[in-house]
C-alpha cells in the first residue's frame, strides 16, 4: 500500500481487531476492572476529541488540502490538490502558488508532469497547448495522465475555437481538435469522442470522413443509423 498523508481510513478495517482485544481484556479484567474501564474511558475520550478535530479538517477541500501541506510540506501531490481546491474557490493567486509547489517538489518523480501542466494553464493557451504536448510525447506517461491531458487538451482548444475569428485559425483548431478526439477515443475507446470527432469533420466539410466517423461511433455505440445523433449529420 502506498503511503499518503491521507490514509487514516487504512485504519478502519485493522481497528477492528484492536476493537475485539480490548473488549477481551476488559471481560478478563477481574479486579482491574475500574481501573482498566477509567483507562478505556480516557482513550475513548482522546480518540473521540481527534475523531472531531479531524471531521472538522474533512469538511471541505481546502480545509483538507490546507491541513494536508501543512502536516506534510513536502508532499507535491497534496500541494497540486491543494491548489486545484483554491483555483475552484476563485483564489488563484494562491492557486498558481501551490502548483508552482508541486512542480518544484516533484521534478523528478512520476507526478511532476500533472503538476507541470498545471502551473502552466496560468500562461496562454499557446503555451499550455505546448506544455502538455511535450509531456504527451513521454513515452514512460502513465496512461491516465495520458488520458488527463487529452482530456485538458481538449478543453483549451475547444475554448480557442469560440475566439477565433480568422478563418485559417479556426480550421489549424478544427484539425487539432480532431487529432485530439482521435486520440482520446483510441485511450479511452468513449464513443463519445468518436461523436465529437464526426462534429468537427462535419464543421470542416469533409463528408466523407464525416460519415465514415460517424458510422464508427453508431458501430460503437450499438445503436441504429435511424438515431438523431448520426440522421443529424446529414441536416446540420
Not at 476493537?19 to 473521540?48: D, E, N
Amino acid at each position: 500500500m502506498a503511503w499518503t498523508p491521507l490514509a487514516e481510513r487504512y485504519l478502519y478495517t485493522s481497528l477492528v481487531g484492536v476493537s475485539l482485544a480490548v473488549g477481551i481484556l476488559l471481560a478478563r479484567a477481574g479486579k482491574y476492572t475500574k481501573k482498566f474501564i477509567f483507562l478505556v474511558g480516557c482513550l475513548v475520550l482522546f480518540f473521540g476529541w481527534q475523531t472531531a478535530l479531524r471531521n472538522i479538517v474533512w469538511q471541505n477541500n481546502i480545509t483538507l488540502f490546507a491541513d494536508v501541506v501543512k502536516k506534510s510540506p513536502l508532499f507535491a501531490p497534496g500541494h497540486n490538490e491543494y491548489g486545484i481546491a483554491l483555483l475552484a474557490a476563485g483564489n488563484t493567486k494562491e492557486a498558481k502558488e501551490q502548483f508552482a509547489l508541486a512542480s518544484k517538489l516533484s521534478c523528478k518523480s512520476r507526478f511532476h508532469p500533472l503538476a507541470a501542466v498545471n502551473l502552466a494553464g496560468f500562461g496562454s493557451s499557446e503555451a499550455f497547448e505546448n506544455n502538455i504536448r511535450s509531456n504527451l510525447e513521454h513515452r514512460k506517461l502513465p496512461r491516465r495522465l495520458r488520458i488527463v491531458f487529452l482530456r485538458k487538451l481538449a478543453k483549451n482548444i475547444d475554448y480557442r475555437m469560440l475566439d477565433a475569428t480568422d478563418p485559417a485559425e479556426r480550421k489549424e483548431l478544427f484539425l487539432k481538435a480532431v487529432e485530439v478526439q482521435r486520440k482520446l477515443h483510441v485511450e479511452t475507446r468513449n464513443p463519445f469522442n468518436l461523436y465529437r470527432e464526426g462534429q468537427l469533420h462535419l464543421a470542416l466539410g469533409k463528408k466523407i470522413r464525416q460519415d465514415h466517423v460517424f458510422s464508427g461511433y453508431a458501430s460503437t455505440a450499438m445503436i441504429t443509423t435511424q438515431s438523431p445523433l448520426v440522421n443529424c449529420t446529414e441536416n446540420c
